[in-house]
């Protein structure tokens, strides 16, 4: 697999996770991808994926060898514009954000960012996003690498015909997402724990 700027879609999703899991590197989906792969038709402003934080200087590495470019990693690199509205503008979300690297107010940044290419005519790109699964999720089972059986009880695939909007052409490019019941309760104790058991950060 080579990244060249291909279409940000479901296909390249899948193929970037079947990348990493063929250098045993387990991951799964969030967020963007994840509500498509659930039958939603919203767009895919970035690619979330969840890695264990042991594997993130072998994920990091294999990515850079597949052509993928994670620079700049901070807002020193550009030089935010003002416009009309007197808004700053920047290049994607991930150096937006970065100004909200407060831990009050910037904990849901990722560990690690590389910057896809601008789709034709457009000036800002998708990021594609590594999170820690021991800081976001760290009551559920983290997965191994391959498709997990029918009946888990915590991931599901995107090819399961129980999907409202299941994806059988792509098959060969499988990616494990959270089953819908575990989201909520991961979400539930995430915010649980943000807003009653550490500084009532007020991004919920």
């Keep these: 697999f080579r990244y060249t700027g291909q ?3 479901l296909h390249l999703i899948c193929q970037i996770a079947t ?23 919203n767009r895919i402003l970035s ?20 052509g993928f470019d994670d620079k700049p990693q901070s807002t020193d690199h550009f030089k935010s514009q003002k416009g ?7 290049p994607c979300n991930y150096l937006y954000d970065l100004r909200l690297r ?40 983290f997965p191994s690498v391959g498709r997990p059986p029918r009946n888990d009880d915590t991931y599901l695939v995107t090819t399961d015909p129980r999907l409202p909007d299941h994806r ?15 989201l909520v309760e991961a979400l539930v104790r995430l915010c649980y724990r943000d807003l009653y058991l550490r500084t009532q950060r007020r991004m919920w």
């Excluded at 990348?19 to 039958?39: A, K």
């Excluded at 009309?84 to 920047?90: D, P, R, T």
């Excluded at 290419?117 to 976001?136: I, K, M, S, T, W």
């Design 7 to 9: 279409p940000v879609d």
């Design 19 to 41: 990348f990493l899991e063929q250098h045993d590197i387990p991951c799964y989906l969030i967020n963007d991808g994840m509500w498509r792969v659930y039958g939603c038709k």
């Design 47 to 66: 690619v979330d994926l969840v890695i264990a934080a042991w594997a993130t200087k072998k994920a990091v590495r294999a990515l850079h060898e597949a």
């Design 84 to 90: 009309s509205k007197g808004k700053y503008g920047s």
């Design 102 to 141: 407060d831990p009050q107010e910037g904990w849901w940044l990722p560990a690690h960012v590389f910057h896809l290419q601008p789709a034709p005519g457009e000036e800002r790109h998708v990021d594609l996003n590594l999170f820690y699964h021991e800081y976001y999720f760290p009551l559920l089972k």
């Design 168 to 182: 059988s052409d792509l098959k060969s490019y499988e990616i494990k997402v959270l089953r819908p019941a575990r």
